[in-house]
């Protein structure tokens, strides 16, 4: 399986981007798909998952209220609308896939991993 980011981009504090992975089936028959993100010098971190059973999802306390996952299986993606956009949200932001056993968040749970998709916040 791999996983392909797009979306990320250049945009003003206040501003929204979105972004897509493709694709969104994995192997597993329950599984988590999330989105991390890594800035220089610091830990990967955990932004949101969505389950593929009953599509409940998880965020992280930095993001709640301005950034939502879906997924669309039609479309076979994921995306992670993210608005009011802060300077600290600046980062690679990567899609991953992994087994639903814990905590959504935990990147040690996903083994498969896009390349990224930086977003940049001025």
């Known amino acids: 399986v791999q996983l392909v980011e797009s979306g990320g981009g250049s945009v003003q504090a206040g501003g929204s981007l979105r972004l897509s992975c493709t694709p969104s089936r994995y192997t597993y028959s329950t599984y988590y798909l999330g989105w991390f993100r890594q800035s220089p010098g610091k830990e990967r971190e955990g932004v949101a998952a969505?389950?593929?059973?009953?599509?409940?999802?998880t965020y992280a306390d930095s993001v709640k209220g301005r950034f939502t996952i879906s997924q669309d299986d039609a479309q076979n993606t994921i995306y992670l609308q993210m608005n009011s956009l802060k300077s600290e949200d600046t980062a690679m932001y990567y899609c991953?896939?992994?087994?639903?056993?814990?905590?959504?968040?935990?990147?040690?749970?996903?083994?498969?991993w896009g390349q990224g998709t930086q977003v940049t916040v001025s």
């Open positions: 969505i389950h593929s059973g009953g599509r409940r999802t």
């Open positions: 991953a896939a992994g087994r639903a056993d814990g905590w959504p968040l935990a990147a040690s749970l996903y083994n498969t």
